[in-house]
């Protein structure tokens, strides 16, 4: 049978395997593995880098791009992927680069964009059984403006579904928790536990509720504009007292 010929054309024909052992360099279009089941591999120092299949190239090592590269349909990346260089970051590259590590400067190092401006945009977190589990998003709130979003839940099919937990919104910067709409810089739909002490400068009011205090010795204490205690009402053997920080007037009420 033949294994080799060379057309009319000057075009060279093998009709069998070709090994190659030193450098081959091809001016033009070449067509390999177009049969049926022809496929075509790369070997380095022995070892296969990379291998043409049915369903694609299958690249054993790594892979090095130098320009912009477009996937027009899915990529699967069974390992890590780095986006970036790591140079000049103090210790290097660290050895658990995670499943995406993304180097770079400023606030666009990593851009997540919709297709138009009336789509919301962000990223989802799944568990194992593909339910969905919490997400960041910018939501879409109409004329290139976006609330910023946070969600979590016990999973849902549909990210849809996952309650939102946290809103900033675009225009006031106002958070809220439990709340899509906050109508102050925080506003919390729900009980807020505070530990330590908390400084409001500005007037408190309390609506359609009560002030409790709990403590083995509660004490509230009104302070004058230098921070000095002007008068405290704490509880003491069953029963209240106002008193004036000089402690000599004292009213107590049974």
């Known amino acids: 049978a033949e294994r080799f010929a060379i057309n009319s054309a000057g075009r060279v024909i093998v009709n069998r395997d070709l090994d190659v052992d030193r450098n081959l360099d091809v001016v033009?279009?070449?067509?390999?593995?177009?049969?049926?089941?022809?496929?075509?591999?790369?070997?380095?120092?022995?070892?296969?880098?990379?291998?043409?299949?049915?369903?694609?190239?299958?690249?054993?090592?790594?892979?090095?791009?130098?320009?912009?590269?477009?996937?027009?349909?899915?990529?699967?990346?069974?390992?890590?992927?780095?986006?970036?260089?790591?140079?000049?970051?103090?210790?290097?590259?660290?050895?658990?680069?995670?499943?995406?590590?993304v180097y770079g400067n400023g606030r666009n190092s990593l851009i997540i964009q919709a297709g138009n401006n009336?789509?919301?945009?962000?990223?989802?977190?799944?568990?194992?059984?593909?339910?969905?589990?919490?997400?960041?998003?910018?939501?879409?709130?109409?004329?290139?403006?976006?609330?910023?979003?946070?969600g979590s839940g016990t999973g849902a099919a549909d990210v849809g579904n996952v309650t939102e937990r946290i809103r900033i919104k675009y225009d006031t910067g106002n958070v809220g928790i439990g709340s899509a709409i906050p109508k102050a810089k925080l506003d919390v739909n729900g009980s807020l536990n505070v530990s330590g002490i908390s400084t409001f400068n500005n007037n408190v009011k309390i609506l359609n509720g009560g002030l409790e205090i709990q403590s083995v010795a509660p004490t509230l204490i009104f302070n004058d504009t230098t921070g000095t205690p002007d008068y405290k009402i704490r509880k003491q053997d069953g029963h209240f007292i106002i008193m004036e920080t000089t402690q000599t007037n004292d009213t107590e009420y049974r």
């Open 28 to 101: 033009g279009i070449s067509t390999l593995g177009s049969g049926a089941s022809g496929s075509v591999k790369l070997f380095n120092a022995g070892t296969k880098r990379l291998e043409t299949t049915s369903t694609g190239v299958d690249i054993t090592d790594n892979l090095k791009v130098t320009g912009i590269s477009t996937f027009k349909d899915n990529s699967i990346i069974e390992g890590s992927l780095t986006v970036g260089s790591a140079t000049g970051i103090t210790g290097g590259a660290p050895t658990d680069q995670g499943n995406l590590a």
């Open 118 to 150: 009336n789509q919301d945009r962000g990223m989802a977190f799944r568990n194992n059984g593909d339910y969905y589990v919490a997400y960041i998003s910018a939501i879409n709130m109409g004329s290139s403006n976006a609330d910023l979003s946070f």
